[in-house]
């Protein structure tokens, strides 16, 4: 059965550093998000993605945070300068069509020192 | 604005009970609706979702849930629990048009004991 991939699992990283988290969506489908869930909170939505731009994002996705959708099978989220807050589980979901289920990949784990 | 309520944070039931989860939602016409179950270190995984049709929809694992339109309800049901249904478990709702983005309530964390 096809499945959402996300890698690293888990990446650790010092503040103000970059991160890029990658992902794998299922191949035929067409819409991409990210959520991200905060030890003990609720997941949120960040953005989602559809024809290599932007069609929503949240409050929670400034200017730090980019997504890429660089070739014909990854999904990038990229954060330039990391803060203390942004250390989450941070997971990538595909759909085929916007109002349809989406999937969610494992997750990777970002602590930020 | 969309809005997801899981009045319990923390339920305890004993392996072999039913269980009930319960989860109200707020959304202005007749949204889409899922129950996620994420295991301890572990991503999302899909239990259930209802689009239309049948009020009653039946998912893996024996879970089944329940559309309820007048109570703004979509509570997750199971007849009898295994010890393997401890996890995490949220109820989610989406708009039925357009590109909107899964909104999700708090979660229900399910501890079974034997």
């Known amino acids: 059965e096809p499945e959402v991939t996300q890698t690293p699992s888990h990446q650790v990283t010092q503040m103000g550093q970059e991160v890029i988290l990658r992902c794998v969506p299922i191949?035929?489908?067409?819409?991409f998000y990210w959520y991200r869930q905060i030890l003990g909170q609720k997941v949120e939505f960040l953005v989602s993605f559809y024809n290599n731009e932007i069609s929503e994002k949240s409050e929670i996705f400034d200017d730090q945070f980019s997504v890429e959708r660089p070739d014909g099978s990854n999904f990038t989220l990229k954060i330039r300068s990391t803060k203390l807050e942004d250390s989450a589980m941070y997971f990538c979901?595909?759909?085929?069509?916007?109002?349809?289920?989406?999937?969610f990949g494992p997750g990777t784990r970002l602590t930020v020192l | 604005a969309q809005s997801v309520t899981q009045p319990d944070i923390h339920i305890t039931v004993s392996e072999g009970a039913s269980l009930e989860l319960r989860c109200n939602y707020s959304y202005g016409a007749t949204p889409y609706l899922f129950w996620y179950v994420q295991s301890p270190g572990q991503g999302l995984q899909l239990l259930l979702k209802?689009?239309?049709?049948?009020?009653l929809v039946q998912g893996i694992k024996g879970f089944e849930a329940e559309f309820k339109r007048s109570q703004s309800s979509f509570n997750l049901r199971k007849p009898s629990v295994h010890w393997s249904d401890a996890a995490e478990y949220f109820c989610?709702?989406?708009?039925?048009?357009?590109?909107?983005?899964?909104?999700f309530g708090k979660g229900t964390r399910l501890s079974v004991i034997a």
């Open positions: 979901a595909s759909s085929l069509v916007a109002t349809d289920t989406q999937y």
């Open positions: 191949s035929n489908h067409l819409y």
């Open positions: 209802y689009f239309s049709g049948d009020t």
């Open positions: 989610a709702v989406v708009g039925n048009s357009g590109n909107t983005p899964l909104v």
